[in-house]
């Protein structure tokens, strides 16, 4: 199979016209500036060389309608350097007329990227090369009126967040505003610097404030249950959100929650497994299973002496409280649902891909049913989290887009 499918973490999978879009990502090696499309048999359709101008990982892509995807951001190296470059995929390939057009105003990455009810896109926190960020900046991508297939971006600064902020959330909500939680307040300097873990869970946030697009940013009095980092964040059909996994204070051993905008209100749903770095997609099914989320991958991370990740393989569903759940979690008490064990095979997972990586620079990812350890360490990197960062993001910027059910 080829390398850019299984080969890659930290890179975005967009879906657009019914396809699947993969841009970028590292290779463990070295970041990659090429992209995919694949259909939904996860056959290569086409593929890309040098898509991506520089290379990149932990960078955005938005679809912004009708075929057209804009990249932006992202890590160009293993040193913490930052790219303001933007690349737009359209009407089937990368628009190479759009070279030398506005970078975005900041260098960033570990950013978000959300489409406003309009089509524009508010890029918001991350890091540069120097700091988090609290900056926010919007992204107009506006189409040829004689060439469909050829367009301009337009880029504009946008009022700053209340709090810097990188590896957040950011969700649009059904009245159009951005609701952005958590995330951490500690920089990445590269994957070979070593970190003190204590520093890194003092940096993770629980604070959450709203984008309006009339009036910018407003902090909310409330808060996350759990300060969380590199977590996702669900829009539900009921206008709650779902946020599962993450990085905490406690590590990833954390409780999943339900969190209404509306009434600045959440509660916590305890969860089978609590994992970092996973996906989670609304699943698109008949009324009565409306609601519910599969949430599959991620890892568990022990950062006691040599980091070192177990992925999982499993997937996890969580469903509203119905006559058929149990009522034991707190959140059925209060009307929200439970998550449950999913299939025993998500969608889509390949067993070959079961092996022990050793990532460069230190620390080890081990996939299920490997019992040999096989992994190299380096005294530089050995006390980094970057380096489980990176593998932990494969993929999850897709959070948001509806896919069919094929869970029962």
Known sequence: MDRGYLGRAG?????????????????????????????????????????????????????????AVVIAGGFADDYGEVTDAIDVFLEGSFDSSLAGQPNLNTPRAGHTATVL???????????????????????????????????????????????????????????????????????????????SIDDLKESILDSIEIFDPQNGWEPQKSKLQIARSLHTATLLENGQVLVTGGFTPQGTSAPAE??????????????????????????????????????????????IGTPRLELAANSMIYAPCDATTSGQNRGCGEGGGDIVPGPAEPPGHNPAAASAVEFQGGGCVKSPGVTQDGCGTSPSAGGSPWALLLMLLAARRSAGRRAPSRCS
């Open 11 to 67: 890179h975005t999978a967009t879906l657009v016209n019914g396809q699947v879009l993969l841009a970028g990502g590292h290779t463990g090696h070295e970041p990659l500036n090429d992209a995919l499309l694949l259909d939904n048999d996860f056959h290569v359709v086409s593929s890309f060389e040098n898509a991506l101008n520089p290379p990149r990982y932990m960078h955005t892509a938005s679809d912004v309608g009708s075929g």
């Open 117 to 195: 009810g309009d089509g524009r896109v508010l890029i918001a926190g991350g890091q540069s090369s120097k700091s988090v960020l609290n900056t926010s900046e919007i992204i107009s991508f506006v189409r040829s009126a004689n060439h469909q297939n050829e367009g301009s971006v337009l880029v504009e600064a946008a009022p700053s967040l209340n709090h810097e902020r990188a590896f957040h959330t950011a969700v649009r909500l059904k009245d159009g505003r951005v609701l952005v939680m958590g995330g951490q307040t500690l920089q990445n300097r590269g994957l070979y610097v070593h970190y």
């Open 258 to 303: 339900i969190y209404d905008p509306d009434k600045g209100t959440g509660y916590i749903i305890m969860t089978p497994h609590s994992l970092a770095g996973q996906t989670a997609t609304l699943l698109e099914e008949e009324e009565e299973k409306e609601n519910r989320v599969l949430l599959v991958g991620g890892g568990s991370v022990d950062l």
